[in-house]
């Protein structure tokens, strides 16, 4: 399982970008996909995901101002942020939960999209 990010920029406070990330590879099902971040010296963490159904959660920083979606038939998942704040500039991930033919399910990573909000 592929998945790759694209999206990341260098964008004004108060700007917006819209990340995306496909995935790829032969697998039976994708379970949930979701966004999480690291900025240096800090601990990765969870941004937003959708279930397979499209239930979504998010993490209580984003206050509305991010907006998750998904495209089950193109395997493919996006995130909205607005408003963007320099306390937002990271290395963005993307994240799937991957159910395998024979049955297990496995976390994949992309291999991160940089985002840098100048202030």
């Known amino acids: 399982v592929h998945l790759v990010e694209s999206g990341g920029n260098l964008v004004q406070a108060g700007g917006s970008l819209r990340l995306s990330c496909a995935a790829s590879?032969?697998?039976?099902?994708?379970?949930?996909m979701g966004w999480y971040r690291q900025a240096p010296g800090k601990e990765r963490e969870f941004i937003a995901s959708v279930a397979n159904g499209g239930i979504t959660t998010y993490a209580d920083f984003v206050q509305g101002r991010f907006t998750i979606s998904r495209d089950n038939a193109a395997m493919t998942v996006d995130l909205q942020m607005n408003s963007l704040e320099s306390e937002d500039s990271a290395v963005y991930y993307c994240?799937?939960?991957?159910?395998?033919?024979?049955?297990?399910?496995?976390?994949?990573w992309g291999q991160g999209t940089q985002v840098t909000v100048s202030s």
């Open positions: 590879g032969s697998f039976f099902t994708i379970n949930a």
């Open positions: 994240n799937a939960d991957v159910e395998d033919w024979n049955g297990p399910s496995n976390d994949y």
